[in-house]
């Protein structure tokens, strides 16, 4: 079985596939530093729980945009799987070129929903991810990167407001239901939820404008995603795991190269 892992800087996400199909996923938090030990033991306590044992995995592959905590999660892979896992970046096989002007750059998560959107969905696309960042991506219908826009994600934008402000508390990111808001976390509620659809979908229609690609669809993933994607007809599908089922597909292309 494959073990698929998404290390964004919030979260590691993990999804176990059997064949292409994805059949458990779970994840936890990487505010905790923690040792290669530490991370080897974790995981496989939490697969023990979901009824796996730790040699029924045999292959890892990893997109990460920590590069700080590489090492002693690699090692916790490599001592307590028995696995050398397959990390994105530099030299992988994706099925799809980046047009960048400096593609090292990209970050690989937002190559691997590329290629997931890509190669699920089909091109022209538009990628959205609501993570910590906000990131929209833009792949022509013969699979080329062509760039795209990151901005502050939701949760970055809500912690701006409580920690620099004297009297804006810390709340919960969701529909207030209504834009005429009578109260302070309401109106926080409202400025975060409505400037987020109003950004996405300025964005995507600028996107669509610049590039001439008026028929992309626009494929959503992340968090916040969902309730979003209810919100504006400007998103076509959402994928709750589209990260790791980009992942599944560059492992396969790995193999068959």
Not at 10 to 31: A, C
């Amino acid at each position: 079985m494959l073990l698929a892992v998404d290390v964004g800087n919030t979260d590691i996400s993990f999804g176990i596939f059997e064949g292409e199909k994805l059949t458990t996923k779970f994840r936890f938090t990487v505010k905790v530093p923690r040792t290669s030990d530490e991370y080897g033991e974790l995981l496989c306590n939490i697969l023990e729980q979901k009824g796996f044992k730790p040699n029924d995995i045999s292959e890892v592959i990893i997109a990460s945009v920590v590069p700080k905590m590489m090492y002693s999660f690699t090692s916790g892979i490599i001592k307590y799987l028995k696995c050398q896992p397959i990390v994105v970046g530099a030299g992988i096989k994706t099925g799809i070129k980046i047009e960048t002007a400096n593609p090292k750059e990209i970050g690989p998560d937002r190559i691997v929903d590329a290629v997931g959107a890509y190669e699920i969905y089909g091109g022209p696309a538009i990628v959205v991810d609501y993570g910590t960042a906000t990131t929209y991506d833009l792949v022509t219908a013969d699979g080329c990167f062509q760039g795209g826009v990151i901005s502050p994600g939701v949760r970055i934008s809500a912690d701006a407001l409580c920690n620099n402000t004297a009297n804006l508390p810390e709340i919960e990111i969701k529909c207030p239901g209504t834009v005429i808001a009578k109260e302070t976390i309401s109106s926080m509620q409202a400025g975060l939820f409505y400037g987020t659809i109003g950004q996405t979908e300025y964005i995507i229609r600028k996107l669509k404008e610049e590039s001439g690609l008026m028929d992309a669809k626009v494929i959503a993933t992340g968090g916040l995603g969902k309730v979003i994607s209810e919100s504006t007809s400007e998103i076509d599908v959402y994928d709750a795991d589209l990260t790791l089922k980009g992942l599944q597909i560059i492992h396969s292309k790995q193999k068959k190269a």
